[in-house]
């Protein structure tokens, strides 16, 4: 009986332990995703609140993002060089606002079906009115990991200039169902549908 009690109490601690592990939680969006949502990666604070955090493809070593969920493959790249390119694109991005110089950067990458990478690209397009090629991007993203939470925000701002506000408004639904309703992902969209109709989107 005594060995019995400790057994169950030995298997308790190990699963609070396990529940409660950064390794339960799901990777950041974006191009992911970091940002608002609590993002561990060593690059976050560099960046200001005023726009997405990064969400560079994972390195030895980062933690993932979300508690409470499983990981998914937003962040499975470990790749140093890949990750120092996505991080050069990152900058014309958002540094710069060179979005044509940002896809070339970013599909010389390698990695089109990487969800961040994909992502950024159709972020990229959507900037520079393209927004055919910008869905066919964030789809690409979307399939490549359903719960990419950044493309999801990304996608939903693409919804709400189309005119879509109820396809912007699931969108809003999923990030809630990824990360909540405190993430950044949900608290951008969500400011954004209470903006008035036609109100210019800052991301």
Aim: aromatic share 12%; hydrophobic share 35%.
């Amino acid at each position: 009986m005594f060995a019995k009690m400790i057994k169950l109490v030995t298997l308790g601690t190990f699963a609070a332990a396990l529940l409660g592990s950064p390794a339960f939680a799901a990777g950041g969006g974006g191009g992911g995703g970091g940002g608002g949502n609590g993002s561990t990666d060593p690059y976050a604070g560099a960046y200001s609140d005023q726009r997405p955090q990064p969400t560079y493809p994972k390195r030895p070593g980062t933690k993932a993002t979300q508690k409470g969920k499983k990981p998914n493959n937003q962040s499975s790249i470990g790749d140093p060089a890949f990750a120092a390119g996505y991080r050069v694109a990152y900058d014309t991005i958002y540094e710069r606002n060179d979005y044509a110089a940002a896809i070339a950067q970013l599909k010389s990458l390698g990695h089109d079906d990487h969800p961040n990478v994909a992502n950024l690209i159709g972020y990229s397009y959507r900037k520079l009115g393209d927004y055919e090629q910008s869905q066919a991007w964030y789809e690409r993203a979307l399939k490549a990991d359903p719960n990419h939470v950044l493309t999801w925000q990304y996608y939903g701002l693409w919804q709400l200039e189309r005119g879509n506000r109820e396809q912007a408004l699931y969108h809003l639904s999923r990030i809630a169902a990824i990360c909540g309703t405190d993430c950044e992902e949900y608290r951008s969209l969500a400011a954004a549908l209470d903006k008035p109709t036609g109100t210019a989107l800052a991301y």
